[in-house]
């Protein structure tokens, strides 16, 4: 028997985020600590994610991917269809088989599941409702989502600091920047073959548009990054140091992913680099790692210059589900990946 999944009648369902990508503090609310929640949403998620035969009256516009590829479904969605809620069921089919192939788990087990991972994943209230709502809609959130699990896993590994690298970790596709449409602040930088080639395409469209945008840090090795924590702890004290400087085997750097732009200081916000990064990075597959009013939930202050190249997918999925927050979207693909892989291991 297909398996929907029922937002709550009235309230958030349907209610696609608004919230514009995090860039500078004047624009951003602060976000809730992680593990905030409302007393009684567990049992909202409880009574929200039961197997349902119909769909409520009033949803609101569903949530839709970036690209749209769903435009049908929630067509049908509109017009009251059964074709929609048919999709939903096989989406929910293809994201239970498991993104390696395993078992993953029943379609029946889907809602535990769900709700498992956002409990774990530890979301603030209404970003965990707003999730149910998107998707109880159509199957927008489930291909996209599904469109984050394929590629290279570290486009996704939640690098925070409850979940360091191993220090041997070295990924083995770098490669030197080499400018063309962007500068660097010295020459021996380096970043993962595809995070280059999405440097160069982002940095080409700024240009286009009269910007010139400067990477001044790049790949860190677990050695490298414990030389620079050292000074920053004698430079600031360890207090001041942990709020904006990862401990060996902690730092984004270390995958080969992420890139410090500008003067990496505060007043890069306010710079044509900055305000463009911030408009538009996210179209070319990176995101802002610790946005303003986040250091709760990301451990470390706001940082306006570092971004973490996350695949185009994974950018739109990070904007239009999670509210423009990385750590956010991150952590709910680690639980979710961590159940799927207690579940597939069970007897």
Known sequence: MPVTICAPAGGTAGRRRKTKRAERAPRMRKGPAAGTYAAPLLLLLGAAIVSCGGRPSERGEPVKSAEERTGAAAGDSAEG????EGDLAEAIVRLSAGAAGNAGITQAGFPDHLRLVLEKAELPGDLSLDILAAASENPAFILDFLSCLEGDPFLRRLVDKQHPLPPYYEPDDLVPLRPSSYETSRGDLRLRQEAAGALEEMAASARDGGVVLVVSSSYRSYDYQAVVYARNVQEMG??????????????????????????ITDAFA????????????GRFGWSLSFPAGYEEVTGYRWESW???????????????????????ALRFIHEWEAAERTVSSAP
């Open 270 to 281: 306010e710079t044509e680099a900055g305000l463009w990064m911030a408009e538009n990075a």
């Open 306 to 328: 570092h971004f973490r190249y996350v695949g185009k997918e994974l950018a739109a999925f990070i904007d239009n589900y999670f509210g423009g927050i990385q750590q956010y």
């Open 81 to 84: 269809g059964g074709e929609s």
């Open 238 to 263: 360890q207090e001041n140091a942990d709020r904006e400087s990862s401990r060996p085997g902690f730092s984004q750097h270390q995958t080969g992913f992420a890139a410090d732009f500008g003067s």
